[in-house]
């Protein structure tokens, strides 16, 4: 009897700290002074340096909310190359394209939600409460959709290309799951830019919504046959924090706070810029 009601005690002390962990992970989809900040209700969101952008954590996921260190030094590559890109003869869908692929082959390379280094990466995070500045998926060259296209949009706009972020509960073929994207607007028409799965990549918003058999690739003439796509709802989720203009200079950088509080011990840096610079277009 005696062993029984400490197996029940111990069942309940885990009961209560699951709650305690998910109660904890909900409050820090907020900042802490919210009267810095304006909560984005807009579905398609144009990111700005310093938001927090909601992680997936709050609804049972792995990832801790971010903070959109744009002005990081680990984004000067993407800079360089989308300054090189924006002043090039390129038309404007092969700027986009040469931006996406940038992204995923030389920015975020390991795409699987099963590397290592992403899930020990969140995991540090997570476990100490704090939310996760993008800079840190430059430096360990990895990421899924959501790093994707939250980093694919600001490298977008420094080659000047206007687009917005946009989250979505997707099906390919069977399977269905939340995804997030980028939208351009082009020729009238929105398209959708994702630089993490190119089933997707420049597909007419419009027919997505519908739902496709076969989709054509009509932005970047790529063959896109194969698997049933659809875009089943917009999501309300994530929730996205903007710095209020007048408050902008009171929030101080993501590496300023690493380092005064001693939160991980180290700048963020990439990994090896060297190659990265070497991929520059010319």
């Not at 390379?109 to 993008?134: A, T």
């Not at 073929?173 to 630089?195: L, Q």
């Not at 996205?240 to 180290?266: A, H, M, T």
């Amino acid at each position: 009897m005696e062993n029984n009601c400490h197996k029940h005690n111990k069942n309940i002390a885990r009961l209560i700290s699951f709650i305690l962990i998910s109660y904890s992970h909900i409050i820090l989809a907020r900042p802490s002074d919210e009267s810095l900040y304006n909560l984005s209700t807009n579905k398609y969101r144009d990111i700005t340096p310093q938001s927090i952008i909601e992680g997936s954590t709050s609804v049972g996921g792995i990832q801790p909310d971010y903070i959109a260190d744009f002005e990081n030094i680990a984004f000067d590559p993407i800079r360089a190359y989308a300054k090189e890109i924006k002043k090039s003869n390129k038309s404007l869908t092969e700027k986009i394209e040469s931006i996406s692929n940038f992204i995923a082959d030389n920015i975020l390379k390991n795409k699987s939600y099963s590397n290592k280094e992403y899930l020990d990466l969140v995991k540090q995070y997570r476990e100490k409460g704090i939310d996760i500045p993008l800079s840190e998926y430059i430096r360990i060259s990895g990421g899924v959709c959501r790093e994707h296209a939250l980093i694919t949009h600001y490298a977008l706009k420094e080659a000047g290309i206007a687009n917005t972020y946009l989250y979505v509960t997707a099906q390919l073929g069977e399977h269905v799951e939340d995804h997030a994207v980028n939208i351009i607007e082009y020729k009238n028409e929105k398209w959708i830019i994702d630089s993490y799965n190119k089933r997707f990549n420049g597909l007419k918003l419009k027919d997505v919504l519908n739902g496709l058999d076969n989709p054509k690739d009509e932005l970047f003439g790529h063959d896109s046959s194969g698997k049933f796509r659809k875009f089943i709802k917009f999501n309300n989720h994530p929730e996205v924090w903007f710095p209020r203009d007048e408050f902008k200079n009171k929030i101080p950088s993501s590496v300023y706070l690493l380092r005064e509080k001693n939160q991980l011990g180290k700048m963020i840096f990439p990994r090896d810029c060297s190659k990265i610079y070497s991929s520059l277009v010319k």
